[in-house]
């Protein structure tokens, strides 16, 4: 069933993203260069809000980096994408190309008609990110990563562009959680997330 999720001018700009509940999930809507995105809001991994993540093109895929530990997960597939180790001639291990772990992460199809977006919600098969996709209390910091205008909360973790921004904002629509975003604390078990890694 296809659900109203936003109207299509809050995801007009390239780069821009909502996040909503449609049958009880939590989803992210990404426009990445004019084509919009959907996949499950709330990490696979510990319960990272992916809505705030950046959105970074690896490999030539546009990619959503979850904020929390840096998993890279394709906005397109839900596929999380990391990087292989080569060895030099030295005997160095040393970043070699792209690989893919398989879809981690559920993508959902999204739509815009007539001046609104909306999200058919896919429930077929099961995904690692079914475990988070409705827990309230990932819900709630959701929603609390939805920042202010004008009051923009740091980021605790410094990391780059992860919301901070003040683009936050709830727009009254049924369905619609916030615009975004910035960052937050706490994994799915209501505790610190490990350090991020240095880059
Ligand atoms: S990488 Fe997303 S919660 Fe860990």
């Not at 030295?90 to 893919?100: A, M, Q, R």
């Not at 999200?119 to 475990?131: A, H, N, Q, Y």
């Not at 683009?167 to 959680?177: D, E, H, T, Y």
Request: hydrophobic share 30%; proline share 4%; with cysteine.
């Amino acid at each position: 069933m296809e659900v109203e999720v936003a109207q299509a001018s809050d995801l007009r700009l390239d780069g821009s993203k909502v996040q909503a509940r449609v049958n009880g999930r939590y989803v992210s809507i990404f426009n990445v260069k004019g084509e919009l995105y959907c996949i499950d809001a709330i990490c696979y991994h510990a319960g990272g809000p992916l809505t705030v993540g950046d959105i970074e093109d690896v490999d030539g895929k546009a990619c959503v980096r979850c904020p929390w530990h840096n998993y890279i997960v394709t906005v397109q597939t839900g596929e999380k994408l990391y990087q292989k180790l080569v060895k030099t001639e030295e005997g160095k291990l040393v970043p070699g190309g792209w690989d893919s772990v398989g879809q981690r992460q559920r993508t959902h199809r999204v739509f815009e008609r007539s001046g609104a977006v909306f999200v058919v919600v896919d429930e077929e098969g099961s995904f690692e990110s079914d475990k988070y996709s409705s827990d309230e209390a990932c819900g709630r910091r959701l929603v609390s990563s939805g920042g202010s205008f004008g009051n923009p909360k740091p980021n605790p973790f410094g990391a780059r562009g992860a919301g901070g921004q003040g683009r936050g904002a709830f727009l009254g629509m049924k369905n619609l959680v916030s615009r975004v975003t910035s960052g937050h604390l706490f994994g799915a078990d209501g505790k610190m997330p490990f350090k991020k890694p240095q880059q």
